[in-house]
């Protein structure tokens, strides 16, 4: 069952809001990741257009979509690669809407290339039959067929059960289309051969070797950790209690931020979990999990002292983001663990800001951490609303969806115009959206509601 009070307040930092440079520093460092980012997927195509003169449409055109089309391929294998300041900076779900929107312009971009290419000189169709072409010709013809398998990969989307086949599918044939656009361009022998644009395409594959060194790399040295105890939430939920290495001790993660833990070395699985604890001891740290899955199975079965390897921290959803004076957490089931690493972290800091935390869950045994919260009212400005979605007879809390009555009467005593409230939500993908809906029916800013959905990594 949850403990009663496993996170005392003990002299605590009296701190009413995270630290004011911590949000302005993430603001800046979206501004300069966006920047970068923006910069590499047109800067290749302006700098080409610039040394260039006045050139026929379609041969222009098929430079040009050639260029942004390679240029958008790097960026797609970029954003996943667990950059670490671009993952903070952006966050998840931003850097995911990205990787899936660019994936999508890259394949237009290569259909619309080959398009040009064959109407400007229309012999050139017979670079579409393999057995026939060139180097290059085929080059090109494997990438655009990888990169439609990818697509079609996408819009079908990962089925349950088979997520690290779809994996490695999915990285296999990224690799693929990368290093065949990029034998394409350099059996070309065209661009690369030039002063100027010669160094900026081989910036480009610097630039995704570089990223690619330090993903691996960064795995590789992912922090060992050690179990400390599996602890039983529920039937269905349990507790996973690491310890850090005493020489990385002190914080190391922001609330509500996630890593990504392995159970061997070496091993190629490897499952993304949100961070619990309180982000003011990093000596243990606490990762909440629902054992659906083999892999979150074998977590509630390790053994105390048993190693297991933490890469992370990663991840924006963190009201150390944000500069709110007040903040309302929305969660559904187990979308709890980042909201408990917030209200823990608030109450070890001895923050005086409102806490209103509406939990979301299908019945009574599915609420999660019952007895800390009630220990968490009594330090902090926190106030809990339960909303089953199917509840016994003898319930007397709220039922139903989440709606615009059940929160307006949540936010009733926080209708105070010097209140910044933000909003962080976490759950399954329909009760996002709901919530989402719900709050622009309220009038909401977009630019205070932070979210988080599961099954998108």
């Known amino acids: 069952m949850s403990r ?4 005392p307040v003990t002299a605590p930092v009296r701190r009413d809001d995270p630290p004011a440079d911590a949000w302005l520093a993430h603001r800046r460092a979206r501004l300069i990741w966006g920047s970068l980012l923006v910069a590499v997927l047109v800067g290749p195509s302006v700098i080409w257009m610039l040394r260039t003169g006045p050139l026929p449409l379609l041969h222009q055109m098929s430079v040009l979509t050639g260029l942004l089309a390679l240029s958008a391929m790097v960026i797609v294998a970029v954003l996943p690669s667990r950059v670490r300041g671009l993952s903070g900076a952006l966050g998840l779900e931003t850097l995911l809407g990205l990787h899936r929107r660019l994936g999508i312009l890259a394949g237009a971009l290569v259909a619309l290339h080959l398009a040009c290419v064959v109407a400007d000189q229309p012999e050139r169709v017979g670079l579409l039959v ?30 349950s059960g088979t997520h690290e086949v779809w994996r490695w599918v999915h990285l296999s044939l990224a690799a693929l289309v990368v290093g065949a656009s990029a034998l394409h361009v350099f ?13 900026v395409l081989s910036g480009l594959g610097l630039v995704l070797i570089a990223v690619l060194v330090l993903r691996w790399g960064a795995r590789a040295a992912a922090g060992e950790f050690r179990v400390h105890v599996v602890r039983p939430e529920s039937p269905t939920v349990s507790t996973l209690v690491l310890t850090r290495p005493a020489r990385h001790a002190g914080p190391w993660f922001r609330p509500g931020q996630f890593a990504w833990l392995r159970l ?27 054992h659906t899955g083999d892999f979150a199975s074998r977590l509630r079965e390790l053994d105390r002292g048993t190693p297991v390897w933490v890469d992370g921290p990663y991840g924006s959803f963190t009201p150390d983001a944000v500069p709110s004076t007040g903040l309302v957490l929305i969660a559904g089931g187990v979308g709890i663990t980042p909201m408990m690493s917030m209200l823990r972290t608030a109450a070890d800091r001895g923050d005086r800001r409102p806490y209103r935390l509406v939990v979301h869950a299908r019945d009574r ?93």
């Open 4 to 7: 009663p009070a496993p996170h």
């Open 130 to 159: 393999p057995m026939a072409a060139p180097a290059r010709g085929q080059a090109a013809t494997a990438a655009t067929v990888a990169i439609g398998v990818l697509l079609l990969l996408a819009v079908r989307g990962v089925r």
């Open 187 to 199: 059996w070309l022998n065209n661009l690369v051969t030039d002063a100027v644009m010669g160094p």
């Open 264 to 290: 061997e070395r070496m091993s190629v699985e490897e499952h993304p979990f949100t961070i619990a604890s309180s982000a003011v001891d990093g000596g243990r740290v606490e990762f909440t999990v629902r």
């Open 365 to 457: 045994a599915d609420l999660l951490f019952r007895a800390e919260l009630a220990h968490l009212r009594t330090c902090l400005d926190l106030q809990v609303t339960e909303v089953l979605r199917r509840p016994a007879p003898n319930w007397g809390g709220a039922t139903g969806p989440i709606d615009t009555a059940l929160l307006a009467a949540v936010l009733t005593d926080l209708d105070q115009p010097h209140l910044r409230l933000d909003y962080f939500i976490c759950g399954r993908p329909q009760l996002v959206t709901d919530v989402l809906d719900t709050l622009g029916a309220l009038g909401v800013p977009d630019d205070r509601v932070h979210t988080e959905q599961f099954a998108q990594v």
